[in-house]
């Protein structure tokens, strides 16, 4: 069965700084492009980040362009997403997704079930 | 990158059909047959339900159906069932970023 499984959300103050982590299992991780998408409360779909299947092209959304970082390791088939400088805008439940091919643009075809993110004093 | 425009939401009896629409540019919609639609259930993941334009993954009832001309693309469901109730997203290649959302439409079986 394919599977993707987020952590690592929680509460965090403004300015902090958090690591959210997505296990994969089920299929080939290295051969996939990953993504990170976002949902704040009530709102719609957010793309936010991406990473080609060898992790040699990333691509950050201009909302958090500089602030978070995409990653992943193959040989742990985990994914990450180091957000810094975190705002109350960044509040959302954040999914991982796996796409359909080797790069970002794809369509993504499995999602976890999210972690939620709640950026407040 | 703005978001691709949908209606807010959309609703229908069981049995009828009805289709929801994503507008968007020259420069993404309208430029690449790289359209996708996503069903979210409340509480749940998005689900993908249509990829380039008009294809259907493995799994996906044949009742829903993509289509696009120009700027505009549509889903249309057909013989709308209640399971149908939830969220969908629209989703396009842009020439400028990997990938653009819609604002989401609420579909409701009455």
């Known amino acids: 069965e394919l599977r993707l499984l987020e952590s690592g959300g929680g509460l965090v103050q403004p300015g902090g700084s958090l690591r959210l982590s997505c296990a994969a299992s089920?299929?080939?991780?290295?051969?996939?492009?990953m993504i990170w998408v976002r949902q704040a409360p009530g709102k719609g779909l957010e793309w936010v980040s991406g990473i080609s299947n060898s992790g040699g092209s990333t691509y950050h959304a201009d909302s958090v362009k500089g602030r978070f970082t995409i990653s992943r390791d193959n040989s742990k088939n985990t994914l990450f997403l180091q957000m810094n400088s975190l705002r109350a805008e960044d509040t959302a439940i954040y999914y991982c997704?796996?796409?359909?091919?080797?790069?970002?643009?794809?369509?993504?075809?499995?999602w976890g079930q999210g972690t939620t993110v709640t950026v407040s004093s | 990158q703005s978001a691709l425009t949908q209606p807010a939401s959309v609703s229908g009896s069981p049995g009828q059909s009805i289709t929801i629409s994503c507008t968007g540019t020259s420069s993404d919609v309208g430029g690449y047959n790289y359209v996708s639609w996503y069903q979210q259930h409340p509480g749940k993941a998005p689900k993908l339900m249509i990829s380039?334009?008009?294809n259907r993954p493995s799994g996906v009832s044949d009742r829903f159906s993509g289509s696009k001309s120009g700027n505009t693309a549509s889903l249309t469901i057909s013989g709308l069932q209640a399971e149908d109730e939830a969220d969908y997203y629209c989703?396009?290649?842009?020439?400028?970023?990997?990938?653009?959302f819609g604002g989401g439409t609420k579909v409701t079986v009455l």
């Open positions: 989703s396009s290649y842009t020439s400028s970023s990997p990938r653009v």
């Open positions: 089920g299929f080939t991780f290295s051969s996939y492009a």
């Open positions: 380039d334009v008009s």
């Open positions: 997704a796996k796409t359909i091919g080797y790069y970002y643009y794809y369509d993504m075809d499995v």
